[in-house]
């Protein structure tokens, strides 16, 4: 039963051009999201974040937009640089599940020079 | 300002043995959580700890087991090792639990491979 999916394995975008990752949920209770991305070797990273209580977040090339009706969150990186190239990892929390982060499988990214 | 740092980096061991993991959190962070990620998955919650007690438990078997010491570093054990017990372990500190959403730190991980 997965309560986070990343439907795409996979993302290739042109460096300079908008990359746009998915990700959509099941659990209703969900109220906090976040993106992380991670590089071979290493722990994730800490992105981005987003409340519930809103409906999008922008930090510098990064942007969370939140569709809580079609549970659904979308990460924008504008313009992609060649560093983007990471996995990226949609993770959930709710306060009746004690905060633990519930996670999607990621997105590999490739930003093409 | 160190980050979360996460011993040993890499580990061997045989089927049936037991293995300890060792986690060291942010300075001030009380919070510390075990995640354990197979190849091609997301990672999978294992335990969360709070000011020493646990307060979250994923669907692991009772071979896992974990503490957090006064210094709120933390140990993750791992009896009768299986082959499905191969992966990378991440543990993640953060600054408080129970009261209000905050982002985790992750450490680099423990890739522990079970022959």
């Known amino acids: 039963d997965q309560q986070v999916k990343q439907n795409s394995p996979s993302l290739s975008v042109q460096e300079g051009r908008i990359s746009i990752l998915n990700c959509d949920y099941t659990?209703?209770?969900?109220?906090?999201f976040l993106w992380y991305k991670k590089y071979p070797a290493e722990g994730p990273t800490f992105l981005i974040s987003?409340?519930?209580i809103k409906d999008k977040n922008e930090d510098g090339r990064f942007t969370v937009f939140l569709n809580k009706s079609a549970k659904h969150l979308s990460l924008h990186i504008v313009p992609s640089q060649p560093g983007d190239s990471a996995v990226y990892f949609c993770a959930a929390s709710a306060a009746s599940g004690n905060y633990q982060l519930i996670w999607g499988a990621g997105t590999k990214l490739i930003i093409k020079p | 300002d160190a980050g979360v740092t996460q011993s040993p980096t890499h580990l061997i061991k045989t089927r049936g043995q037991h293995v300890t993991l060792r986690c060291s959190p942010i300075s001030g962070h009380k919070s510390v959580s075990w995640y354990q990620q197979v190849l091609g998955q997301g990672p999978q919650f294992i335990f969360q700890?709070?000011?020493?007690?646990?307060?979250g438990r994923g669907n692991f078997p009772d071979r896992f087991s974990a503490r957090q010491f006064p210094n709120y570093s933390s140990e993750l054990n791992v009896n009768a090792l299986l082959l499905g017990d191969s992966a990378l372990y991440l543990c993640?500190?953060?600054?408080?639990?129970?009261?209000?959403?905050?982002?985790?730190?992750f450490g680099q991980g423990t890739r522990l491979t079970v022959v």
């Open positions: 993640a500190s953060s600054l408080m639990s129970g009261t209000v959403n905050t982002e985790a730190f």
């Open positions: 659990n209703s209770m969900f109220d906090y």
């Open positions: 700890y709070y000011e020493k007690e646990e307060r």
């Open positions: 987003i409340s519930s």
